[in-house]
């Protein structure tokens, strides 16, 4: 009773704590189900006696996926997507951001560019004109298929610009009375002093790209060439033509654990790279969500 006593709204705290906790768990009871697939036998998993334990724990699914080339190729098709993506993003996003951020005084047309962007969060050009667009170009079936496209999240253009326009001018000010040029400016000044914006954005950046698979499926055509979650998608939604036979579905059955082995490697690098930018997350979204 003294816990009430103190605090007026104890009781709202806790029902707030209990329905957090209920969703924090219902969001991590399917990855722990598909951890504890991946560690038990593949009978086990087959039967369906698998639930929230490994059932006959065994690291079998991931040995044979330290074996398997085509998840490796996959893999190594992901990461160069994230580094050239996150790099592309992180180049034009800045770029984009920095002159947007700056008064009507100092930059006339930017009201005009301003709703040019949002207009794109709006609205699209549609898939088959998406499609032709980067047919067009030759781009299919590349790397730069997988990349060019998502090159200037808006977004995360508007998110680093309310940043940028959220920093105190008189530094800015300061430091052109000093003789900084705009280069300069935004090298020395916004950068450093916008790090949890840059965390941010380029936390958004790297799974978006880390985490698509629908542009693989659509623009790849080599098998060798497909991103992780393209792979990931044509084993766990294969398509209905394929299991024609019993024998195909049993087989696929069969797979369960390897399938869920390959899930768990797919989640590890989100999961190494976010604690590391949690810090500046929270402080990014809400200081760079603020203004206009």
């Known amino acids: 009773m003294n816990l009430f006593k103190h605090r007026r709204v104890g009781l709202s705290d806790l029902m707030l704590m209990a329905v957090a906790c209920l969703i924090s768990l219902m969001c991590l009871l399917p990855l722990i189900y598909i951890l504890s697939l991946s560690l038990s036998d593949k009978s086990a998993a087959t039967a369906g006696l698998v639930t929230f334990l490994p059932v006959d724990f065994t690291w079998s699914s991931y040995t044979y996926l330290l074996r398997e080339h085509g998840f490796y190729l996959a893999f190594m098709v992901s990461v160069k997507r994230v580094l050239i993506g996150c790099s592309i993003n992180f180049i034009l996003t800045i770029l984009m951001a920095y002159p947007l951020a700056k008064e009507k005084s100092e930059f006339k047309s930017r009201n005009i560019y301003m709703w040019v962007i ?80 840059v965390a941010t954005v380029t936390l958004f950046s790297f799974i978006n790209h880390w985490n698509a698979f629908f542009d693989g499926l659509i623009l790849i055509n080599t098998q060798s060439k497909i991103p992780l979650q393209t792979y990931i998608q044509q084993l766990v939604i294969p398509q209905p033509n394929n299991l024609t036979r019993p024998e195909d579905i049993v087989n696929l059955l069969s797979q369960r654990t390897t399938n869920a082995a390959k899930i768990v490697v797919t989640m590890l690098p989100i999961l190494l790279v976010y604690p590391f930018l949690q810090k500046y997350f929270v402080g990014g979204i809400t200081l760079g969500s603020v203004k206009e």
Do not use: Q
Request: glycine share 6%; net charge positive.
């Open 118 to 197: 949002l207009v794109t969060m709006l609205f699209n050009g549609g898939l088959i004109p998406w499609y032709m667009v980067v047919k067009s170009l030759h781009l299919t079936n590349t790397i730069w298929a997988l990349t060019l496209p998502l090159a200037v999240p808006v977004f995360n253009v508007i998110l680093l610009m309310n940043f940028f326009r959220g920093l105190p001018k008189e530094i800015s000010e300061a430091a052109a009375i000093d003789g900084s040029g705009p280069w300069r400016l935004l090298l020395t000044i916004f950068l450093p002093l916008s790090l949890p914006a």
